[in-house]
């Protein structure tokens, strides 16, 4: 079957720290891979995302890289902000079907 | 980018009776909607996939005749939850995909509302 694993939280750092929050999955075939992040109050939103092996997905100073031989899609940024306070969503999806399987979600907050 | 907006953010209500979720894209055509379901320290299960104008398809161990869902327009779909129970207190999030500048949204493309608090006491 298909699922996600992360890595449970809370995470607290101080600013300017380094962040790895660890994803690995299971699938079948070659899933597409995300990571969402929700503010308080808000919805998911899409941070980044691969959708094959070796893919590196980027954006907002986060990092994700595709590796199929280890199962997984570590999220890592080198230097946090406030503003990163967020709980973080690693997910797969395949594109011959509709469903997302989400982790259970890592909470971090980031102190001044 | 896309908004999905979910009313109520949350709602309390009484053993027995139902209450009523809905699911707006704001400013695109949702064809597509998922409700999600998300239990505390738990990952989101996907309940049901609904499209525009037709019957909503269950994920197996859901009961449809509980979770019953109308998704009449392009921007709306709701969620209602008839004779609730404790064990239905819940976040219910949806998304939606659908039709940006008429064109198809790619499969995985998926806008989240920002989820509904039921608790039923």
């Known amino acids: 079957g298909n699922s996600v694993t992360q890595m449970e939280g809370p995470v607290t750092l101080s600013e300017e720290a380094f962040l790895t929050i660890n994803c690995t999955y299971t699938a079948t075939g070659y899933p597409s891979l995300f990571w969402y992040v929700q503010y308080p109050g808000e919805g998911l939103q899409l941070l980044l995302k691969?959708?094959?092996?070796?893919d590196k997905g980027s954006n907002k100073g986060f990092e994700a890289t595709y590796r199929k031989e280890t199962t997984s899609f570590h999220l890592e940024k080198g230097s946090v902000q406030v503003s990163d306070s967020a709980v973080y969503f690693c997910?797969?999806?395949?594109?011959?079907?509709?469903?997302?399987?989400f982790g259970t979600g890592t909470s971090l907050t980031v102190i001044p | 980018g896309a908004v999905v907006s979910q009313h109520p953010s949350w709602v309390i209500c009484k053993s027995g009776t139902s209450v009523k979720i809905e699911c707006r894209s704001l400013d695109f055509q949702a064809t597509t909607m998922f409700w999600y379901r998300q239990f505390p320290k738990q990952s989101l299960m996907l309940m049901a996939t609904s499209n525009e104008g037709s019957k909503a398809t269950y994920e197996q161990g859901v009961e449809k005749d509980k979770f019953l869902i109308n998704h009449a327009s392009l921007t709306l779909s709701t969620l209602t939850v008839t004779s609730a129970h404790p064990e239905d207190s819940s976040f219910y999030i949806c998304?939606?995909?659908?039709?940006?500048?008429?064109?198809?949204?790619?499969?995985?493309?998926?806008?989240f509302g920002p989820g509904t608090r039921l608790t039923v006491t």
């Open positions: 691969a959708t094959k092996a070796d």
């Open positions: 997910a797969l999806s395949r594109y011959t079907g509709n469903q997302f399987y």
């Open positions: 998304s939606a995909r659908g039709l940006t500048d008429a064109k198809p949204m790619l499969l995985n493309e998926q806008y």
